[in-house]
Nanobody, 124 residues
Framework: QVQLVESGGGLVQAGDSLRLSCTAS????????IGWFRQAPGKEREFVSH????????IYADSVKGRFTISRDNAKNTVFLQMNSLKPEDTAVYYC?????????????????WGQGTQVTVSS
């Protein structure tokens, strides 16, 4: 079992920045790849970003590429999502999820463990 806890969400204005954290406990954190997903009201959960075990591989959704940066500090069992130039359409509950390996890191159904989510609201 891996327990994931997200933090760092909040209410900001368009153009502002936020840094989300995903802190893990339980099994060896470095065994897991971590993904960030988000879900806006009335919409399906969508892929945001993914990072490999050591951080060498990162993947981004087109909608956040160039604005969001994913990173990890394995010594602290934490993955970060730095979100810059936020837009109202970034408003959603953001979730982190863990998987050892997957055939498609953009597919939320293939992740094994999930956090409870943190709300990000961007006002115009």
């Amino acid at each position: 079992q891996v327990q994931l806890v997200e933090s760092g969400g909040g209410l900001v204005q368009a153009g502002d920045s936020l840094r989300l954290s995903c802190t893990a406990s339980g099994r060896t954190f470095t065994n897991y790849r971590i993904g960030w997903f988000r879900q806006a009201p009335g919409k399906e959960r969508e892929f945001v970003s993914h990072i490999s075990w050591g951080g060498a591989l990162t993947i981004y959704a087109d909608s956040v590429k160039g604005r969001f940066t994913i990173s990890r500090d394995n010594a602290k069992n934490t993955v970060f999502l730095q979100m810059n130039s936020l837009k109202p359409e970034d408003t959603a509950v953001y979730y982190c999820a863990a998987v050892i390996r997957s055939s498609n890191y953009r597919d939320s159904a293939l992740y094994d463990y999930w956090g409870q989510g943190t709300q990000v609201t961007v006002s115009s």
